[in-house]
């Protein structure tokens, strides 16, 4: 790629997402994206990423939780059971002006790859489940997006105020 004279990020994880370019976090926001009936809405987030771009290839990397759009199992508010529940997905469109004015698109695809994540489990009631694995990584599946209207998330963003030790902890193996 040639240098970036501007640079947005718009992108969501479903379940909760977290994104970071060339190894930089693009945000300290987390819990993205918040909670709607992803069958009607789905809201987004944009992110100036001008300054994580560099000349030559680039790294984008989603790591996704479940949230409630992919939660696992019985709990007591039933997401497992609603009716756009399934598997995580990532959509994202990263669009830049090279140094020549041209706008150029890059966006999420079956071009792309994808491995397992750490996070196995993570709702905002009960919190994190960590499995650390090494990661395979495979193409990406192309799928059909949520049935809901992709807009713009409107509300401030959730940030971290503390983190908490972990409650239990065991190694596996």
Known sequence: MDEAREARLFAVGLGYGEF????TVVTE??????????????????YDVTNLLRRGENTLVAELGR???????????AWQLSPWHREPVVIA?????DGAGRRIVVA???????????MVGDILYTGETIVRTGKQWVRAAEVTP??????????????????LPAVFARALG
């Open 20 to 23: 970071s370019l060339n190894g």
């Open 29 to 46: 926001d987390v819990l993205e994206p918040a909670q709607t009936d992803y069958g009607r809405t789905v809201l987004y987030r944009s």
């Open 67 to 77: 949230g409630f759009y992919a939660a696992r199992g019985a709990n007591p508010w």
């Open 93 to 97: 469109q990263l669009e830049y002006v």
């Open 108 to 118: 999420t695809d079956d071009s792309r790859e994808t491995a397992d994540s750490a």
């Open 146 to 163: 949520p049935g809901g209207k992709l807009i713009p998330a409107r509300a401030a963003p959730v940030r971290r105020a503390e983190v």
